[in-house]
């Protein structure tokens, strides 16, 4: 059994496939899978034992990179071809079975929309699968025997960033001694590129409680990592997806995003998110003159809002 599995470019976006791919994985456990993907998230795909080859997709011109895994895939012979990107090669491919992304309904969530493309029902919860290295480079950030938060301020559109202070203010009304996590420590994390953002909010913590996860790790290594986290806090973005896959409990923040399709999945996660609406914020945004917004949408988010989102969360998953 022979799978081609066409993922994501950017790391949310492939970790929301992941389901898919162990629904796969789960009726055919001794399938031989190959995954074309987006450079940045090449090793949270080539850490499953079942794929032997992992194809990284960097964006070309004039679609260059669709003619380069083209010459990859198009000479073997695929049992099940699954293309979460609706390509125009996916179509043309020797294979058995296809199962093609469409268009879908803007009002379903993106793992629903996923599972629809390989016919899951339920719909299989996004997931990781962890390596050795991996797991010792997690254990090499987060010690045990005592609460860590996982904290991630940065995101891929300023728009979507609720401002550092805030950030800080949370983590530290979350581990105060009349908080949920009473002298816990805090792992900052961030992807290389977000320092700016983060290194601020880590500045803003106690020296002594405080974990530098700032452009230290891959994305395995950090989704590993944040596995080992007592709670997560971030905004709309890849990690947050990462957090909530990993299985930790996961309080998304949202404002100029869309929460019906890209809230974190699963049942120890929730979101908060501004009293406007995206629409709303998007309407009013200030624009640089090239017309784009620099500048976080978030700040009409307080702490309060988020701080009890997170103990509403909590009480939730221990009244279960």
Known sequence: MKILFISATNLGDAILTTGALDHLLRLHP??????????VVTGIFSAIPNVSNVISMKKERFGGHWRLLARAVTLHKWDIVVDMRNSPLSRVLHTKKRYIWSRQSKSMHKVEQVARVVK?????????????????????????????????????????????????????KLTAPEGPFPGARIAVFAAPGEEAVAQPVLNALP?????????????????????????????????????????????????????????????????????ETAEELLENAPVNESGKVRVSLMGSLTVDAAYAGALKLLEKIRAK
């Open 120 to 172: 899951a029902s339920p719909p299989p919860s996004p997931r990781f699968w962890f390596d050795e290295a991996s797991l010792a480079k997690a254990a090499s950030i987060i010690p045990e025997g005592i609460p860590v938060l996982a904290i991630a301020p940065a995101a891929r559109w300023p728009g979507k960033t609720w401002p550092g202070e805030n950030f800080a203010e949370l983590a530290l």
């Open 30 to 39: 001794d399938a031989d899978v190959t995954v074309a993907c987006g450079p």
């Open 207 to 275: 020296e002594d409680r405080r974990i530098d996860v700032i452009a230290k790790t891959t994305p395995l290594e950090a989704a590993a990592a944040i596995a080992r986290c007592a709670f997560y806090v971030g905004n709309d973005s890849g990690l947050t997806h990462a957090a909530a896959a990993a299985g930790t409990i996961t309080l998304g923040l949202f404002g100029p995003g869309y929460p019906v399709l890209y809230r974190p999945w699963g049942p120890k996660a929730a979101f908060v998110s501004t009293p």
